[in-house]
């Protein structure tokens, strides 16, 4: 598709001007004009709309298309919950209001969503209090770990490193690093759970504490989690809990009940808000009772009269992590989706979406290498060597984009090889799922008979096969 500039056409215009209109020259200072005209596109009204309404066309989004992306997920945002999220007397309230003197008057409305979802977020996950200020699950992951360190500090332990799972979320040692810690990685089993005795053996004194993705980004449930949370509290160590998959257990398990100590949940994933990626997004953190102290200020509250406010006095935070207090109108849509969905929906939402992940393994099964023997939980992982010699994942993403998918997440998990990594989510059909791996088995089949085929994948697309190492190095970003 040309460029606006490559149809301009010199002379042509879309718009009249009126020739008694006020000069420039009479409202703007001469040594503020452009020495020259503005290289502006010349072109008419309707090149404009047909040239970004074809524009528009080339958008690919769940809006309009099937998003098999494991890990990060994209799943469809229910349009009441966007609704509820543009009512003007939440849209147009603005953030300073409940820090001004009586302003919280204003916004008693705003302040008791915040206090009430805080309250939900406790109950599912059966932690003490949530701060709902992070901008992101990664942002929510450093937020918790700042709570981990100002927590050893106040008990003068010498903490120097946290111990984090090869198949963790990819963010972990990012931001323990950022935390102050040295980061331990422990290789996963041939089950694909945290192997235990390179575990055992890698804890002592100085662990500050584990973080650890469960189900893991394999779909596994560890079924030894209560053995390492048992192992890591005798060490004055913190459990925490990367809620990143959350939506595979929630409505069965509480993470607190099994003895996790801080939690961040992804409310795109579990709570379906748009996705931080292409934000704003959210990452709230749970914390047990004895971690309450360190939560970010300023923490909603209710006062005795029954008003809501924001408090400041807790003179062992860690101090302001988000301007105002996160992203409002992000966690106005996830408030709305649990009052929709309630206890049960929550429940069978969680069922559906590990149901599709299973009806997908089964069905791919046979083709591809799954690297799960039994059920898994949220999402399907299988490995592409099966395809056909010379052939990668990296093809098999090509090749689904011509059929109109967006590409699963390929190569992650780093410890499988030509990985490839499938959530369906619970909001796509049966008639979906059959047609997307009827596709998959199509390409599987292409790879044996006709490899090259595959490998020139894809050719529907505005853009074909790109050199993917020079696209990163060598970006050209000017038309000119």
Known sequence: MKLIYEISSKGRGGVRIPEDRISEHDIISKNLLRAAPAELPEVSESEVVRHYTK???????????????????????????????????????????PQLRHGGLLTQGSLQILYSLERMLSE???????????????????????????????????????????????????????????????????SGDMDIELFKAALNDETAGVMLTLPSTLGVFNPKVKEIIKAVHAVDG????????????????????????????????????????????????????????????????????GTYT?????????????????????????????????????????????LNANYVQEKLRPYFAAVTKGRCMHECVFSGKTLGEGVHTLDLAKALLDRGYHAPTI?????????????????????????????MIEIFELSKTNPEA???????????????????????????
């Open 411 to 439: 190569y992650f998990p780093l410890n499988v090889p030509e990985a490839i990594m499938i959530e369906p989510t619970e909001t796509e059909t049966r008639e979906t799922l059959d047609a997307f791996c009827k596709d």
């Open 238 to 305: 913190l459990m925490y809990y990367d809620g990143a998959n959350f939506n595979a257990i929630m409505g069965r398990i509480k993470p607190g009940e099994l003895g996790f100590d801080l939690c961040h949940l992804n409310l795109h994933k579990s709570f379906s808000t748009p996705h931080g990626g292409g934000g704003p997004g959210t990452g709230p953190v749970g914390v047990c009772e004895k971690l309450r102290p360190y939560l970010p200020i300023s923490r909603v509250a209710k006062t005795k009269d």
């Open 124 to 190: 599912i996950t059966g932690l003490a209090e949530f701060t709902l200020q992070p901008m992101a699950g990664s942002h929510g992951e450093l937020t918790a770990v700042m709570m981990m360190a100002a927590y050893h500090r106040d008990r003068g332990n010498k903490k120097t490193h946290i111990i984090i799972p090869d198949s963790a979320h990819g963010t972990n040692p990012a931001s323990a690093a950022l935390g102050g810690y040295a980061v331990v990685t422990i290789p996963s089993d041939a």
């Open 454 to 480: 595959v490998h020139a994948a894809p050719i529907t697309t505005p853009v074909g096969r790109l050199d993917e190492v020079a696209a990163a190095k060598n970006m050209e970003l000017t038309f000119q």
């Open 310 to 354: 924001l408090d400041y006095d807790f003179p062992k935070s860690i101090g302001y992590i988000a301007p105002f207090y996160g992203n409002f109108a992000i966690l106005v849509r996830a408030y709305a989706y649990l009052l929709m969905l309630g206890r049960d929906g929550l429940r069978a939402t969680s069922d559906r979406a590990v």
């Open 55 to 97: 524009l528009s066309r080339l958008n690919y989004s769940v809006d309009t298309h099937f998003y098999p992306l494991g890990s990060c997920t994209m799943k469809h945002n229910p349009r009441a919950c966007e609704a509820a999220a543009s009512l003007p007397d939440l849209c147009d309230t603005h953030p300073l209001w």
